[in-house]
């Protein structure tokens, strides 16, 4: 189906070009490296001609929901940029998953790391994953519960096939971004917890398009940006 004429004249590089300075300007309040931040192009129901502008914009990172949708842009896109699922993954989606994807970031079973796990040494791969934790408490998201990460961690950890690298979390949806403030601080005080039981926390993806900012100050070094590198969404795109 074809996408609205609005979404097909967005300028990407230049979203993408004010989004770079914007998480500079926040990495400065917070005195730290902007080149230390990873900008995740989220790409849910974008077409694949537009996700190649990004990545030609300089956007080496694109985040998908959805393991069919990110199978047909693979396919078109390829391996030009790292492809990080950043969407709920089914047990039955794993084996597609652990060939398109570089990062999953919403590991929060030990069943789930199971199937990535079992697909992705058939493979022959190692995949990087994060652990996703709910923070904000609300029934509708996904994720762990704070006070059940530690066994998750001690569950996946010994896995070969996969490996954990951090922590993600998708915070509630404030009118004003500062209110998720305590919700990004609780991930990088739990990503704390658990590096004193010997895990690599590489990684702490939070922060959208409307409260990224406040989660750079708070420690995240993975955003996950769609509406502001890509506009409004489509209601429907060819993939």
């Known amino acids: 189906m074809a996408m609205s004429g609005a979404a097909e004249t967005v300028n990407i590089a230049a979203n993408v ?12 309040r917070a005195g ?6 990873r900008l995740v192009a989220a790409a849910k129901t974008v077409a694949a001609a537009r ?5 030609a914009a300089g956007v080496a990172d694109i985040g998908e929901n959805y393991v069919q949708e990110a199978a047909a842009k693979y396919e078109q896109v390829g391996k030009s940029a790292r492809w990080h699922l950043i969407g709920h993954l089914q047990r039955n989606k794993a084996a597609s ?3 398109i994807f570089d990062i999953i970031q919403t590991v929060d079973s030990p069943r789930l790391a199971e199937a990535i796990a079992t697909r992705a040494q058939a493979l022959g791969r190692t995949i990087d994953v ?9 029934d509708a998201k996904s994720g762990v519960a704070p006070d059940e990460l530690g066994g998750l ?6 896995l070969a096939g996969i490996r954990v690298q951090g922590l993600m979390t998708i915070g509630a949806m404030h009118a004003e971004p500062e209110a998720g403030r305590p919700e990004f601080r609780l991930l990088v005080e ?4 658990l590096e004193q039981l010997g895990a690599e926390m590489k990684w702490l993806s939070m922060g959208m398009s409307h409260d990224f900012e406040v989660a750079l100050e708070e420690g995240a070094n993975l955003v996950r940006i769609g509406t502001g590198v890509f506009g409004p969404r489509p209601s429907a795109a060819r993939w």
């Open 17 to 28: 070009a004010r989004i770079r300075e914007r998480i500079a300007r926040a990495a400065a």
């Open 153 to 158: 961690f001690e569950a996946v950890a010994p």
């Open 190 to 193: 739990l990503a704390a917890k």
């Open 32 to 37: 730290r490296n902007p080149d230390e931040i």
């Open 130 to 138: 994060l652990l996703q934790v709910n923070t904000s408490g609300e």
């Open 97 to 99: 998953a652990a060939r």
């Open 51 to 55: 996700v190649a502008e990004a990545v």
